[in-house]
């Protein structure tokens, strides 16, 4: 067994196990690290697929700040270990049938070819027709690829051909950041509050004066 | 096989246990600077000039009795230290010493840096809420808080500096440095990224979390002995991790100030330790001269003034850079 393959049981294994685990175990705060621990093992997942870039966006958007957030909330509301018996059974249905939906699309997706085929081989060799022009045995496979890391790949793709898409997902986040703003904008009175602007700007003249 | 473990596990002997002793002397730096800034001697009891204080406390610590909280959760408060402590040992793995001394050479060593940064809120959160105790609770909610804000500036200050660079690898900006350092051209983020820097690794003027009058000292109140040495071993290395990113980032890394021999006939490995030592002192000396924040005044300045300046200042490097055409390919 190769290192690569018994990497892949290690990080797929704690993922499914701790997976178990946040939805099993009854103290809030402890599904929560195993969230991380889940999302970290995907991480590892993420770099054996040599998606470095991915797998390290991966850790700084999801554990670093979607799950202290997460945890932040969960820590603050003081829940209770909460009682497990009430009822297992009772989200089974809706449960059972995301489950099956969710099968049904990775059974799925095993035979498809996701990856869409871009008729230039734009970042693989450097000219196409190489072939043509020299005999086979005199080729340098090696100078012919044009080593592209993942970032580059990455964003030749995103900013020429999904460029629609990606301006659209960041208006999406602008508009729920805008809601979240807004949600929490409440204009409290008597509430003293320092103006460091007013206090910079002030001169002797108008912010010293006599008291009575 | 075995072969391989065993130069696998030296190389990373090599990058830790000079890591420890660096810290342990750091801690004695900052307390013979902070002494000598307030006209006293400091340690000079245990060993010439007192150097052998680091280790007489490091023994200290170790052979003291550990105590657990009754009302704790054991397995977190236990877990909590040795995370804060590996997570801060793991970013040295792509910190280019010198022109070949580095142990990973990874393409995307910054964000590799970032990351791990940011996953050691948890080690300060999990501390906190494991103790079961408000001091420590308030101390880790503070610290999070903080950290998860000025990572922000941070990372937009990070954008700012790749995008002249062109590369994320570690080495790579350094060797793009060579014409010139990024400090002159970038001054007003270098600034930014030192005082975001203080903040991120809860140093004073910002080390709200550890208050010590209002909240004894922070999230590890509860600690005591390894767990507490651990916690202090984990922040001293991410204050010289933060150093070492500010030297490679801005002060040019291995790079000496003028290439021409004097300077050039000194090694690489011995210029980065002479800037990381330079930034470390401005850290103590940051401490020694300032006052602490207010909490409110902490956050007003991590997201009022320091992420609008410094997106700004992203905007304006890739202005210019498209601009004028002088964006790096690589």
Redesign the interface.
Known sequence: MNIEALLFYIFSSIAVVSAIMVISSRNPVHSVLFLVLVFCNSAGLLILLETEFLAMLFLVVYVGAIAVLFLFVVMMLNVRITELNESVLRYLPIGGLILIIFLFEILSVINGDLVPFFSSNLFFFENDNFILNESLNTVFWTNQINPTTNIEALGEVLYTYYVYCFIVASLVLLVSMIGAILLTMRKRTNVRKQEIFDQVYGNINNNVRYVS | MIYYIINWILSILIIVVPMLIAVAYFTLAERKVLASIQRRRGPAVVGIWGLLQPLADGLKLLVKESIFPSSANTF?FILAPIITFLLSLLGWAVVPLGETAVLSD???GL??I??VS??G??GI??SG?SSNSKYA?LGA?RS??QM?SY?VSIGLIIISVLLCAGS?NLSKIVIAQESIWYIIPLFPIFGLFFVSALAETNRAPFDLPEAEAELVAGYFVEYSAMGFALFFLGEYTNILMMCALCSILFLGGWLPPFAFIPFTLIPGPIWFGLKVALMAFAFIWVRGAYPRYRY??LM?LGWKVFLPLSLAWVLLVAGILVGFDWYPM?
């Open positions: 977190i990874l393409n995307i964000l590799y970032f990351a940011s996953l809120v948890y959160i999990t809420w609770f909610l999070a808080a998860v990572e994320l409110d005044q007003r690589y």
